[in-house]
């Protein structure tokens, strides 16, 4: 008699257990959707279906978050578009853009969001029917809590970008100027992140300020990376101080090859190495080896020994020095033989000097 009412017992628990995990979530309901997560409170995104054919169940309920997020992003991208920011906030940001927009052009985002965008807050659930094996999501976030988290994202993007330019202005004062171009570079897709932030966060807080939407610190940050972008427009110098000869008589080609070479790195030359980030210092000259004759054809060869140094203005510190020795030959003579020395030599140094002065 016990274990018949120990049996029902169990039976009548997991009744009552498979009877509440098929009991449907509010949401799955249109009007207590609505009524729950009203348009005024949130933004919103529902989409039910059923398994495609030979779709796997969790394939299919990712599908269709998938398309829950997208209808909310939807709905808040046409909030957008319908939202008209008032004249002062308008002219604020198209002012903070300027000629700052010309620098960042490849990094630009669109002024009109797109379901792409990254909502902050955006929570997604799913729920299967077990009898029809129909799977609803439901996307949702609370326009409070979005704004909230639109703030921080603003914040923590600016504080992003700060740290940034810190460090742009320790390169440029190590005089590492090509790591400080590159990281300027890598810092102007932040405001891309801030601009859209602050663009969403207008459209969804009818109270937005300069304040919440930290307009005056992203002027400032604006102001300071567009100075440190025109600082290091070719601000790189470098002084090539180069002797480089053929038995007595000067091989101007390896000095302009160089020069030519390293032009490409978006860089001044000068002649004072005072003035200069990097100086460059190549001694170079051709010495006779032999001569190999067969029949009457005589092949002339010659050794030419390039010494090079490298110096960093900024710390005084010699940072590379060696010698380069390439062989040439020629049917000519041993200028011609040099000369051929001198091109296998030239291009050995040019990549040794660039790979220096981009540390």
Known sequence: MKKIILTTLVCWAMSAVSAFAQMPPTWSDYDMRQL??????????YAEGTPMTGERQEV?????????????LSTIRVHVKNNTTNNALSQTLRSSEGTFRQ?????????????????PGLQIEAWRDLQTGTIAAFAYVKKSTLIRQLEKQITVALTKVEMSLDQIDQLIATGQKLQA??????????F???????????????DATEETLMLPETRQLQQRLMAMVAQLKNALTICIQCDASIFGTNYPTLSSTLQGHLSKLGCNFVSDPSTADWVVDISAQARE?????????STYFVYVDANVSV???????????NMFTEKGGHTHNYEQAARDAY?????????????????
């Not at 729950?36 to 995104?45: K, L, Q």
């Not at 110096?311 to 020095?321: D, I, L, P, S």
């Not at 050995?348 to 540390?359: M, T």
């Open 289 to 297: 080896y032999n001569t190999m004759t067969m029949g009457n054809v």
């Open 60 to 72: 299919a309920t990712q599908r269709l978050k998938d398309a829950a997020r997208v209808e909310a």
């Open 343 to 359: 091109k296998y030599v030239t291009p050995k140094i040019c990549q040794v000097v660039e790979e220096q002065v981009k540390q």
């Open 36 to 45: 729950e997560y009203p348009d005024s409170e949130y933004f919103t995104g």
């Open 192 to 206: 891309a992140e801030v601009d859209e932030a602050q663009k969403l966060l207008v459209a969804v807080d009818a």
């Open 181 to 190: 171009r590159s990281a300027a570079e890598k810092a102007l897709p932040l």
């Open 103 to 119: 620098s960042m052009r490849e990094f630009a985002s669109s002024t009109t969001t797109s379901v792409d965008i990254k909502i």
């Open 311 to 321: 110096t960093k203005t900024a710390t005084g510190q010699r940072v590379y020095e």
